[in-house]
Each structure stands twice: as structure tokens, then as C-alpha cells.
């Protein structure tokens, strides 16, 4: 998992530890080469005119 992530193997045992220190950027890089999809509810919509 890690080298399909381009991560280090310490970074996946930290994310799995659930540290809460993990950068979201190499979180994202683990989810992408899981296959996942990251979406977000709740935020304002700034694709639509005013």
C-alpha cells in the first residue's frame, strides 16, 4: 500500500493508528490509490451565479 501511494510504510501504520497528525495531502495520496473518493457535504455550492 505504501509504494502504491508513493508514502512510507511509517505513515500507513501512523494513518491506521489513527494519528492525528497525518497531512491530509498524503491521506488523500492513500485513498486515491485505494480507489476512494473523497466528497464533502455541507459546504456552500460556489459553482452556481450569484
Avoid at 497525518?22 to 455541507?42: C, H, P, S, Y
Amino acid at each position: 500500500m505504501a509504494l502504491a501511494a508513493g508514502v512510507g510504510v511509517r505513515f500507513i501504520v501512523d494513518l491506521e493508528a489513527g494519528k492525528p497528525t497525518v497531512r491530509l495531502e498524503t491521506v488523500m495520496r492513500v485513498i486515491e490509490a485505494l480507489g476512494g473518493e473523497v466528497m464533502l457535504d455541507g459546504l456552500p455550492d460556489t459553482t452556481e451565479a450569484p
